[in-house]
């Protein structure tokens, strides 16, 4: 990612470029992190070794992140953000008939994830616990998530429009959403090769889900 | 986890298979009991009622469910031995089909497999697939250094999905019930070949073998494997030239090419079965790529029969007939093709060899061998079904041998499609093997 150079330590930098560094030392930290977890997996991991691979102190770590979940927030965040604009570049899928989209979209997701399944893994399951701040209920992922289903929401209403599914109001997004979840569990405990188990059941399920709704098979 | 066809779902898809294991137990278990009470002729007339019923009733069934299962009917009809010929005709015709991939999905099942996406290793690559194939589909594409290619990429995890309907089908009970005859050592050797399917790198193997053992025969093209993009689940082989049957007749060739492509096919059976020793087992028109200038593109080397040198040579004795006056030669033929068990004397045998004998007689008669035999000629096909629902009649017979003899057919209903001329008996006796093993 090409950023500008770091501005000097002392002067004061403008607001949006001190965000903009802010965001720099929360991706190199986040970089470190990974790459540690993936060595020693997530509880081997202290933030002593975070810190001193991001090269920064280790009371700074904490300005930017308290605790490994808002680590996890930060990386979701990212990684919802890179599927958004290369859903956009992909010129290819936007006249894709929606279980192609949804196919696509969803293997990206998997393709993002897939170096830290390790990482993945361990915060998939804490994020099902209620006060968890990856929680579909918590504060702190309410922004990431309504970005994330708004961005479904509008390829549901395009689909739609085209007659391709019947309307489905809000429902569906949230439909897709719990869908992954239910993938990347699958995908987890996949021992497949290339994990073509969970290919063909992440295009089987898009098929038999689309087929239904267009059949009106799902009462809603 | 089968092929479902999307609008059924796997609740469905096991009552179904379970209803299919049901029909066949109750129908068999009907006529087991009913069977001390019935006379001989009596007993064959309910059996073949009985398995033509169940017959359509299991092609059906199976057509229906699609997916793997339906490669469980095809290789079942390979074991021709048990089953009336009225069953095996109804199996030979599914077809397995696997579901189309649209492009997301062939390109992550390509990155899969490969590491890499298809236009990262192509210099290009048709996104759009040009040919079916039973586990999934067939791309073109033109390798870095120009070459014209054929990928042939696999429907994900087909072997997960086939070992599942096995267990599914094991459990419905399927397996057990269609019998008295089909033994969990035929399942278990049906599941064995349907899934070395699913592993292209034997393919790839056999297309090697193929290549060097077919280059004698300058009118035959068998693709080449390009082994850095292959692998289980990808093949990537040079592209051959050429049209299928259906194709190729469109453009009305006139006989001379008609008689020039039959007479190729006929030696390319031939030299596979007298020389090769091993068949290209599938004669499903699509495999043979017919071109314009006479040459045969020869593709689908998933399933390929290695045959037993004497079964090769006693099915050889038919084009030669020796056996005629040989009574020795006579009694190794029966031991080879009925079985040690099998008395020559017996009066079926006599009957079953003089039915052979008469069919080879008038059609690939040994007096003007070069004379050409017309396939077009219906009384042909009619005689050769004729001796065909015989030896499927035949229990008796080596399975290798109903094998060979169904290829044979197989064969000639191309030729026949065709509608060419073809000197059968010559061509036969080109290759044809040294009647007893050296030495003897
Ligand atoms: N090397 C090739 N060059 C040109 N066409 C090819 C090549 N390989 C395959 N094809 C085309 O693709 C079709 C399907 O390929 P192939 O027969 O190998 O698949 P399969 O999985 O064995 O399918 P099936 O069992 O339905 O025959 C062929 O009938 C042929 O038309
Ligand atoms: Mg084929």
């Given amino acids: 990612m090409k950023q500008p150079a770091e501005a000097k330590k002392g002067k004061a930098a403008p607001k949006g470029k001190r965000n903009l560094n802010k965001e720099r030392t929360k991706e190199k930290i986040l970089a470190a992190a990974l790459e540690l977890f993936r060595e020693n997996g997530l509880e081997g991991t202290t933030t002593k070794q975070i810190s001193r691979k991001a090269g920064i102190a280790e009371g700074t770590l904490f300005n930017y992140f308290k605790t490994k979940e808002d680590l996890a927030l930060f990386f979701f965040q990212k990684e919802t953000n890179d599927l958004i604009r290369w859903y956009g570049q992909a010129a290819r899928l936007q006249d894709a008939p929606l279980p192609e989209k949804l196919f696509a979209i969803i293997h990206r997701q998997l393709e993002y994830i897939a170096p830290y399944e390790e990482f993945i893994g361990a915060v998939f399951f804490r994020s099902l616990q209620p006060r968890s701040k990856l929680s579909p209920l918590s504060l702190e992922s309410q922004e990431l998530r309504l970005k994330y289903l708004r961005f479904v929401s509008d390829i549901l209403a395009q689909a739609e429009e085209k007659k391709e599914i019947p309307p489905i109001g809000e429902l569906g997004a949230y439909a897709v959403g719990l869908f992954y979840m239910g993938i990347v569990t699958h995908w987890l405990h996949d021992p497949s090769e290339g994990k073509q188990k969970t290919l063909a059941l992440l295009d089987r399920s898009l098929r038999l889900g689309t087929t239904l709704l267009k059949k009106g098979g799902w009462d809603w | ?440």
């Fill in chain 2, 1 to 440: 986890m089968g092929l479902v066809k999307p609008k059924r779902s796997s609740l469905g898809r096991a009552t179904r298979l379970a209803r299919l294991g049901a029909g066949l137990t109750g129908s068999y278990l009907a006529y087991q009991l009913q069977r001390p009470f019935l006379d001989d002729r009596e007993k064959e007339v309910r059996r073949q009622a009985l398995g033509r019923k169940s017959a359509r009733q299991i092609r059906e069934d199976l057509q229906d469910l699609r997916g793997p299962i339906m490669k469980v009917g095809q290789a079942l009809s390979m074991q021709t031995h048990l089953f009336d010929a009225d069953v095996v005709q109804e199996l030979a015709g599914l077809q397995m089909q696997a579901p189309p991939m649209h492009g997301s999905l062939m390109r992550a099942q390509f990155k899969g497999a490969l590491g890499k996406y298809p236009e990262e290793v192509f210099a290009s690559f048709e996104p759009e697939p040009f040919a079916a194939a039973s586990l999934g589909q067939v791309h073109r594409a033109v390798t870095k250094r120009g070459e014209e290619v054929a990928v042939k990429i696999q429907y994900p995890a087909i072997r997960e999905a086939i070992e599942t309907d096995f267990r599914m089908l094991r459990t419905a009970g399927f397996a057990a019930r269609l019998t008295g005859h089909l033994k969990e050592s035929v399942i278990r050797e049906a599941e064995r070949g349907i899934i070395e399917e699913t592993d292209y790198r034997i393919e790839a193997r056999n297309l090697r073998h193929f290549a060097t053992q077919l280059a004698p025969l300058p009118f035959v093209r068998v693709p080449r494997v390009y082994d850095d993009l292959s692998c289980e689940r990808v093949l990537t082989m040079s592209r051959v030239r050429g049209v299928r049957l259906q194709e190729f007749l469109e453009t009305n060739p006139p006989q001379e090419l008609r008689d020039q492509i039959g007479t190729g096919l006929t030696r390319l059976f031939f030299f596979q079965l007298f020389r090769i020793q091993a068949l290209h087992a599938d004669p499903h028109p699509g495999n043979y790529l017919l071109d314009q200038d006479g040459t045969i593109g020869l593709v689908d080397f998933g399933c390929v029969k290695y045959l037993k040198s004497e079964i090769v040579r006693c099915y050889a004795q038919f084009w030669s007939r020796e056996w005629t006056n040989d009574p020795a030669l006579f009694a190794e033929i029966i031991h080879v093709i009925f079985g040690p068990e099998v008395s020559p004397a017996e009066p079926r045998v006599r009957r079953c060899m003089a039915e052979i004998r008469s069919f080879y007689d008038e059609f690939h008669p040994l007096d003007g061998p070069s004379r050409a035999l017309d396939l077009a000629d219906s009384k042909f096909m009619d005689g050769l079904n004729a001796l065909a629902k015989t030896l499927l009649k035949n229990k008796f017979l080596a399975p290798d041998f109903l094998f060979l003899s169904r290829t044979e057919s197989g064969m000639c209903n191309l030729l026949h499609t065709l509608q060419a001329r073809v000197a059968t008996t010559q061509i036969a006796r080109e290759w044809m093997p040294p009647i007893r093993k050296t030495g003897q």
